[in-house]
Nanobody, 122 residues
Framework: QVQLVESGGGLVQPGGSLRLSCTASGSIFTIYTMAWYRQAPGKQRELVAS???????NYADAVKGRFTISRDVAANTVYLQTNNPKPEDTAVYYC????????????????WGQGTLVTVSS
């Protein structure tokens, strides 16, 4: 069994900063791509940023230059540094692992965390 647990959400003022963390638990051998998605009220879930096991990153246009995704491969943890957040960044942020292989050879696809709420408001 593989689980993703997010932390670090909360209230942040516009122009402030907040760091989200997501750690995968279980007998993990390797995780390929990890990503952050978000879903605002009344909207569809959208990709915010992703990072491969090799460190290649991809960002949504809306967050380029403001958010930074990083990863500690050994710790099975991914981070999202949110700088200069805007009210429109308010959403539930979800961590995702596209493909997780465990020590016993099992493979888990599209693993999601439970989400953490980020509210950007003064």
């Amino acid at each position: 069994q593989v689980q993703l647990v997010e932390s670090g959400g909360g209230l942040v003022q516009p122009g402030g900063s907040l760091r989200l963390s997501c750690t995968a638990s279980g007998s993990i051998f390797t995780i390929y791509t990890m990503a952050w998605y978000r879903q605002a009220p009344g909207k569809q879930r959208e990709l915010v940023a992703s990072i491969t096991s090799g460190g290649n990153t991809n960002y949504a246009d809306a967050v380029k230059g403001r958010f930074t995704i990083s990863r500690d491969v050994a710790a099975n943890t991914v981070y999202l540094q949110t700088n200069n957040p805007k009210p429109e960044d308010t959403a539930v942020y979800y961590c995702n692992a596209d493909s997780v292989r465990t020590d016993d050879g099992k493979r888990y696809l599209a693993v999601w965390g439970q989400g953490t709420l980020v509210t950007v408001s003064s």
